[in-house]
């Protein structure tokens, strides 16, 4: 079963709620949390989703919430709307000197509708298999192969994805062509296969819903 969470990229000159007692026990959850089985040093968490979602976006953005300061170290693309990201990139939170919070963010390259454009299917779960190694750069006319320099043969549990989260724009959403719809499932059946669970992020509800920029309690 999908989680579904919203997500919005608008910018406001006061918060627009105030941090309560439980949202400020998530912050600290997330600050003091390690994954319960030792053999996992950090819950890999990889986004997925359609070209020009939010991916790299989203993962900012939680990153600037920890740090509590803007940050844009996973690079966007707002003008072309093409595909920045462009190999499998690895993500650690600093939170301290030498310390990290004990998740990663791994963001790929997004769903195109062209079968030689964006993100194979197929190394994405070979991804979440782990047989993909951080900074491998995606080729989209050519599938990763076990006799790759690169393919890691035997890898540990923490080398797999532990979540997968798909990032979907609000705004386009009933533009998104079937071909990447399918794309999008197949990740997804293979995933649940997996065992791995899943959550749904909607981003750029803003956007698609015009009001939220002046009031954006009424998601």
């Not at 996992?40 to 600037?64: D, T, Y």
């Amino acid at each position: 079963m999908l989680t579904y969470v919203t997500f919005s990229l608008a910018y406001f000159s006061q918060p627009w709620r105030a941090v309560t007692a439980s949202h400020q026990d998530n912050l600290d959850f997330v600050e003091s949390y390690k994954p319960l089985n030792r053999d996992v040093k950090n819950l890999r968490i990889m986004l997925h989703g359609p070209v020009g979602s939010g991916k790299s976006s989203f993962i900012n953005s939680v990153e600037s919430a920890l740090q509590g300061r803007i940050t844009r170290r996973a690079l966007t693309d707002t003008i072309s709307r093409g595909y920045c990201t462009k190999k499998y990139t690895a993500y650690k939170i600093h939170k301290g000197r030498d310390r990290f919070y004990s998740f990663i963010f791994n963001d790929i390259m997004g769903f195109e509708k062209m079968t030689n454009r964006g993100v194979n299917v197929e190394d994405v779960k070979l991804a979440m298999k782990g047989h993909v190694p951080d900074g491998y750069k995606f080729d989209p006319e050519v599938q990763f192969q076990d006799d790759d320099d690169d393919y890691n043969s035997c890898p540990t549990l923490d080398d797999r994805v532990h979540v997968l989260v798909c990032v979907v724009p609000a705004d386009n959403v009933s533009l998104m062509s079937p071909e990447v719809v399918k794309k999008m499932r197949e990740v997804r059946e293979a995933a649940s296969e997996m065992g791995i669970p899943q959550l749904a992020i909607l981003t750029k509800v803003d956007k698609a819903y015009p009001q939220l920029a002046t009031d954006i309690k009424s998601i």
